[in-house]
């Protein structure tokens, strides 16, 4: 018998949430992917708050069971950079319209709970309903244990750079587009919609 005897929580990040957060992403960079922190590509980590919940069009969510943080999600609206990412894969994905996924992680002990796949569920709702975005982009490191058949089943892939090898040796990248799902039709043609009172698009800050 699993040791969960709670069910998991998957919701929009609060402040309370945030060292959690911050935890268990710092901990898959170092313990999973190898190569830790990196500025130019984990800024956002230092500043969750600033980088997720401050910010009207981007998003953090997480999955949480007894008060603990085991996955995060993110949304942003930034696209992919050139360099070190191939100039045309920038020029499709502009930031702005492009709605990026990124920070996809589980900790490893609650792993085959679906979680991962309820939080960007999640993630896909808030782009729909932002409204400003046109399409959803992210990119994996196919060299962690089930990354890539989690997002070919999910995604469709746009640019394997693996035999470019963009971000290095120890980095296998590969790029992907997520189906935008359609947005909810305007209150006054829509039939109405169940009490959602517990499930708010974005949680407010706590205190």
């Given at each position: 018998?699993?040791?969960?005897?709670?069910?998991?929580?998957?919701?929009?990040?609060?402040?309370d949430d945030?060292?959690?957060?911050?935890?268990?992403?710092?901990?898959?960079?170092?313990?999973?992917?190898?190569?830790?922190?990196?500025?130019?590509?984990?800024?956002?980590?230092?500043?969750?708050?600033?980088?997720?919940?401050?910010?009207?069009?981007?998003?953090?969510?997480?999955?949480?069971?007894?008060?603990?943080?085991?996955?995060?999600?993110?949304?942003?609206?930034?696209?992919?950079?050139?360099?070190?990412?191939?100039?045309?894969?920038?020029?499709?994905?502009?930031?702005?319209?492009?709605?990026?996924?990124?920070?996809?992680?589980?900790?490893?002990?609650?792993?085959?709970?679906?979680?991962?796949?309820?939080?960007?569920?999640?993630?896909?709702?808030?782009?729909?309903?932002?409204?400003?975005?046109?399409?959803?982009?992210?990119?994996?490191?196919?060299?962690?244990?089930?990354?890539?058949?989690?997002?070919?089943?999910?995604?469709?892939?746009?640019?394997?750079?693996?035999?470019?090898?963009?971000?290095?040796?120890?980095v296998s990248?590969?790029?992907?587009?997520?189906?935008?799902?359609?947005?909810?039709?305007?209150?006054?043609?829509?039939?109405?919609?169940?009490?959602?009172?517990?499930?708010?698009?974005?949680?407010?800050?706590?205190?």
């Amino acid at each position: 018998m699993s040791r969960h005897q709670a069910p998991y929580q998957v919701r929009h990040a609060l402040s309370d949430d945030l060292p959690g957060a911050r935890s268990l992403i710092l901990d898959t960079l170092y313990r999973e992917f190898g190569y830790g922190y990196v500025p130019r590509w984990h800024a956002d980590v230092i500043d969750l708050a600033g980088a997720y919940l401050d910010h009207p069009r981007h998003a953090l969510v997480v999955a949480v069971l007894d008060g603990e943080v085991v996955g995060t999600t993110a949304v942003n609206s930034a696209g992919p950079a050139h360099p070190p990412h191939p100039r045309h894969l920038a020029e499709r994905y502009p930031s702005g319209p492009t709605a990026q996924l990124l920070r996809v992680y589980v900790r490893a002990e609650h792993r085959r709970h679906g979680l991962a796949r309820r939080m960007v569920q999640l993630a896909r709702a808030f782009v729909a309903e932002e409204g400003g975005y046109d399409r959803i982009y992210l990119h994996t490191n196919t060299d962690v244990p089930g990354a890539e058949p989690f997002w070919r089943a999910l995604a469709e892939e746009v640019f394997d750079a693996r035999p470019s090898g963009e971000h290095g040796p120890w980095v296998s990248t590969v790029h992907f587009e997520i189906p935008l799902p359609p947005r909810a039709a305007p209150a006054s043609s829509a039939p109405p919609r169940p009490c959602t009172a517990g499930w708010p698009r974005r949680a407010p800050r706590s205190a």
